[in-house]
């Protein structure tokens, strides 16, 4: 009698062995098939080019900053807003609309330095941003404070490590040019982009900001087929020396290609 009950608790450990064992099998089946039917039914993140508004699958898109292109040509190029996909978008307060009817005619290239001559010794990219932004802390440095209830902006600055900063979209007047005049005509403002080159005017221009001024000028030219270009010194002979001596509009003209006819003063440096 002994042995059969024996026998009878083997029989029964052996069956709740064996089901436990199918309960764990069927268990993990179940967790393989849910985990491939995930992965299988979850659909990838769509999202939209800034520049042609294409939609596509996050895995196949470019991405800039917060933004999404479809390709590189697209990010090399101004969107039907005025943005260019290839700069940091930096947005300035300081900007309003254009005059009806007008577009951009001329770049007007400029120089700044905050504090002046100060990227020498540092960084100071943030300094130019901050200041075009109103958000320049005019306790830093003596010459901030000089400059603190100033409000200027500018479409593109150009930093000494040729890094691209848009803050002003292209459509509209971004305040760089001041009391000024090109051919006769007044408020050069309202027909003209603003490109800053971070520098002082004593101190060569590096040679990255040569290369990435031409592939600027490039897109402008572009988008805008008779945009001329000058510096500010052109348009307020009496106010301004920038871009300055330092300045090579030979070497921009040459890296560029843009036709000589586009630089109505000519390429010697002033």
Same mark, same amino acid.
């Not at 932004?133 to 500018?154: G, R």
């Given at each position: 009698?002994?042995?059969l ?18 309960? /764990?099998? /069927?268990?993990d089946?179940?967790s ?5 039917q ?6 990838e993140?769509?999202v ?5 508004q ?8 470019? /991405? @800039?900053e917060?933004r ?8 090399s190029?101004?969107d @039907? ?11 300035s307060?300081?900007?309003?609309? @254009?005059?009806?009817?007008? #577009? ?10 905050l504090p002046?001559g ?8 943030h ?14 440095h ?6 603190a209830?100033?409000k200027v902006?500018?479409?593109?600055l ?9 803050l ?11 009391l000024?005049?090109?051919? #006769? @005509? ?16 004593e101190?060569p221009?590096e ?15 572009l988008?805008?087929?008779?945009i ?7 348009i307020?002979?009496?106010? *301004?020396?920038d871009p300055g ?5 030979? *070497?921009?003209?040459d890296k ?15």
């Amino acid at each position: 009698m002994k042995w059969l009950f024996l026998f009878i608790a083997v029989i029964l450990f052996y069956l709740w062995f064996k089901g436990k064992k199918q309960t /764990k099998f /069927k268990a993990d089946q179940d967790s393989k098939i849910k985990t491939k039917q995930t992965k299988i039914t979850e659909p990838e993140a769509i999202v939209q080019c800034q520049y042609c508004q294409l939609h596509l699958p996050l895995s196949e898109a470019i /991405k @800039r900053e917060d933004r999404y292109y479809c390709s590189n040509d697209h990010v090399s190029l101004l969107d @039907r807003k005025g943005w260019l996909g290839a700069a940091d978008w930096r947005l300035s307060p300081n900007q309003d609309q @254009r005059p009806e009817g007008l #577009g951009p005619e001329l770049a007007v290239i400029h120089h700044i330095s905050l504090p002046p001559g100060g990227f020498q010794n540092q960084p100071c990219t943030h300094f130019v941003i901050d200041f075009f932004q109103n958000q320049l802390d005019s306790t830093l440095h003596p010459y901030f404070a000089q400059i603190a209830n100033q409000k200027v902006s500018s479409h593109f600055l150009i930093s000494r490590t040729g890094q691209l900063i848009q803050l002003v979209s292209t459509k509209n007047k971004a305040w760089h040019a001041g009391l000024s005049s090109f051919e #006769g @005509r007044e408020k050069c403002n309202d027909f003209s982009i603003g490109i800053e080159l971070e520098g002082d005017g004593e101190h060569p221009f590096e040679e990255i900001q040569y290369q990435m001024l031409m592939q600027l000028s490039s897109t402008l030219e572009l988008a805008y087929p008779n945009i001329q270009f000058v510096g500010h010194s052109d348009i307020a002979p009496n106010r *301004k020396t920038d871009p300055g001596i330092q300045f090579d509009w030979k *070497k921009f003209q040459d890296k560029s290609g843009i036709t000589t006819t586009k630089f109505p003063f000519g390429l010697n440096s002033r």
